[in-house]
């Protein structure tokens, strides 16, 4: 079968959404549910689309998001920061984590953070460039070079403009799995 | 005087243009910062001299008050009271050494200035980017005052005051004031004011970072605000006497200068001085009570005031040394500035190394003792003892170590090693080591530069302007 890129999307009505102005608390409960609805399927959705007045999708929301708006913000990690855009390598960079601030604070202390719950979604999702769309006649060969050099987990399917759905790396492995398996 | 200001339009434009994705404008940083009438009133001059490639290429530029030697071409450039030294390009033949590589260089290197604007700027040595071995670039790019670029290709950068690009070729960059970056290559990184940072990939990274609060006492610039603190007013309380060296045609100093010495004549000397064998002092240095012994050197934009250095002493390009005593083998990096108690009240022992862009400003008598590694903010014994190490022991570091605000990673003698090299490569360059007849370096050879004098269109639309110029031998 030649697969073009809207026989492997999943349609945007089938994903979770969440509204512009939305909390970091109702995004995690968005994300945790959207898991919990799509568990029966092999691949479940792991990220919310944010969707703006005119319900147009304006940003990705991953685990990884939320897991970066959590980190404690202090003058230690613009340090860390620092040092990880000079050349300092991730083994130094986490013995100084260890050594700092996130050691003194606590989970409860962070992840009741009022300040933290209540920062809105817009401040802490992926928003979307350019490269993060994909026509829906796309063929497979192409669709999986883009994913693959743009390092993609997923991207928004358009046509004629419009967001209709969200192409999957999953779904494209697994497709390009059964195109080798039929041509051997 | 339009077709100067089209011309500084159109380099901000360019180097606007470059750092966009960094959100910069240069403009509000530069737009008072040079008067255009200032750049009608100073001359431009070049060096000739036996020892020295000669080719210049003007165009299209103003050169006020700036000093060439060497092989440069300066185009749609806007270059003020800057020294442009090409006595240290590589020549045809030459075998440049890149990691694994020997590579042949296939004509004389020279420097290109294109579409930039500097102020005040010290550009020295020769390009170490392996991917343009016979030009050294710069591009695109503004330099403020008392910049140094040393070594480093750039293109679509900014370099804020005081600051140091060495060694380094840099792209779309913005360098804060007063920052020293030795890192080979680097790309659309904005360096914050007062970071140090030396990187070799896989040997070592070392990286401090000033306070800023204090730095901003010594020296402050932002948008809209020309540059100012404790540097500034050392420098502009001793521009006078600059002004008669630079007024005077024929200047004879009186001190004794060995004829293995060099005192050059843009240098200003205030005796009582000593300058012993094998001593350079470069153009733009300043010496006022001072005692330099055999070898010593004080390089562009130096000020060496009521001290003693022993002998092979290097003082790079921009230290200050202000009271302070100074033993062999000490080296003083980029833009320190040592200023000891009244009357005299620091000591250095032998074979010590300040680091670049470090400051000392005591009130009370400090002592460094032999052989340390010093960097840093230091106002008093305890800022010492945190802001210092001695070589033996950071030799033997070989994973990371941390002190305050200073990181290190890698292997500390590889870090003290590439240190020791590059003193000892400065001394033989400068002529330290000079036996008589061999081993001749800046310090005899720069006994026999004449200068020679170039003006702008006084009047006009072309006013501030310098005429297309080519000088070759």
């Given amino acids: 079968m030649h697969y073009i890129v809207k026989n492997l999307m999943v349609p945007i009505s089938d994903y979770a959404t969440i509204s512009e102005g939305s909390t970091l608390l109702e995004a995690v409960l968005s994300l945790e549910n959207n898991r919990v609805e799509v568990s029966n399927t092999i691949y479940p959705h792991w990220i919310v689309l944010v969707l703006d007045s005119q319900n147009k999708v304006i940003g990705k929301l991953s685990q990884i998001n939320v897991l970066r708006a959590l980190e404690p913000e202090s003058t230690h990690t613009e340090l860390i920061e620092k040092l990880r855009d000079l050349g300092f390598s991730c083994k130094f960079i986490t013995a100084l984590r260890e050594g700092g601030d996130s050691e003194k604070i606590s989970l409860e202390e962070i992840y009741t953070d009022p300040k933290l719950m209540n920062m809105k979604v817009e401040d802490f999702m992926r928003k979307l460039a350019h ?43 697994n497709a390009v799995i059964q195109a080798i398996k039929t041509t051997q | 005087m339009q077709e100067l200001k089209r011309l500084y339009d159109r380099i901000v434009q360019r180097a606007n243009i ?64 800057s020294d442009i030294r090409g006595d240290e390009l590589k020549k045809k033949g030459d075998l440049f050494q890149y990691q694994n590589f020997e590579i042949p260089v296939s004509r004389d290197e020279e420097i290109d200035i294109e579409d930039s604007m500097l102020i005040k700027t010290l550009v020295h040595n020769f390009s ?62 904005n360096i914050a004011p007062g970071t140090v940072w030396i990187r070799n990939p ?50 004879e100093h009186s001190t004794t200068v060995p004829s293995s010495a060099s005192l050059d004549r843009y240098a ?5 001085t000593h300058i012993g064998e094998n001593v350079l002092v470069s153009q733009r240095a300043y010496l006022q009570n001072a005692w330099l012994g055999k070898g010593a050197n004080a390089q562009e934009n130096c000020y060496i005031i009521n001290s003693r250095l022993e002998g092979y002493n290097v003082t790079a390009h921009g230290a200050k040394i202000i009271g302070a005593d100074l033993g062999t083998n000490v080296f003083v990096g980029f833009n320190s500035f040592l200023r000891g108690a009244a009357g005299k009240g620091l000591t250095i022992g032998k074979d010590s190394i300040i680091m670049p862009h470090t400051i000392i400003d005591i009130r009370v008598p400090l002592n460094i003792p032999e052989g340390h590694l010093v960097w840093g903010m230091i106002k008093c014994k ?30 500390g003698g590889s870090f003290v090693g590439a240190f020791r090299d590059r003193i000892e490569h400065i001394l033989e360059a400068n002529g330290a080591f000079f036996n008589g007849s061999e081993k001749k370096g800046h310090a005899q050879k720069n006994q026999y530069i004449s200068f020679n004098t170039l003006q702008p269109y006084p009047e006009g639309k072309n006013k501030g302007l310098y005429p297309t110029i080519v000088i070759k031998p």
Avoid: W
Wanted: proline residues 5%; hydrophobic residues 40%; aromatic residues 14%.
């Fill in chain 2, 268 to 272: 200003v000397n205030k005796p009582p």
């Fill in chain 2, 202 to 251: 896989d040997e070592f990274n070392f990286m401090y970072q000033h306070p800023v609060e204090m730095l901003n006492d010594y020296i402050y610039f932002k948008a809209g605000v020309p540059p100012r603190g404790v540097f500034i007013d050392f420098v502009e309380d001793r521009k006078e006497a600059f002004q008669r060296v630079f007024d005077v045609v024929n200047i």
């Fill in chain 2, 128 to 189: 170490h980017d392996p991917e343009t071995l016979e030009t050294f670039f710069i591009r695109n790019t503004v330099a403020a005052n008392y910049s140094n670029i040393h070594g480093s290709p750039s293109d679509g950068s900014f370099v804020g005051s005081f600051a140091t690009v060495d060694l380094t070729t840099m792209r779309d960059c913005v360098i804060g004031n007063f920052a020293y970056l030795q890192a080979g290559e680097v790309s659309h990184l």
């Fill in chain 2, 382 to 411: 305890e800022d010492l003892d945190r802001h210092s190490i001695s070589i033996e022991a950071f030799s033997k570091i070989n994973s990371s170590f941390t002190m305050g605000n200073m990181f290190f990673e890698g292997n």
């Fill in chain 1, 131 to 173: 490269n993060d769309f994909i026509d829906e006649n796309t063929p497979l060969a192409t669709a999986a070079h883009q994913m693959s050099v743009r390092q993609r987990l997923s991207m928004l399917v358009t046509r004629s403009g419009e967001v209709v759905g969200v192409l999957r790396l999953a779904d494209v492995f």
């Fill in chain 2, 18 to 81: 470059n750092l966009r994705e960094l959100e910069f404008d240069v403009n509000p940083y530069v737009q008072n910062l040079i008067p255009f009438e200032q750049m009608v009133k100073f001359y431009a001059f070049f060096g000739i001299s036996p020892h020295h490639p000669l080719d210049f290429q003007f165009r299209r530029s103003n050169l006020a008050g700036s000093y060439f030697l060497g092989q440069c071409k300066v185009t749609n450039s806007l270059l003020y009271k």
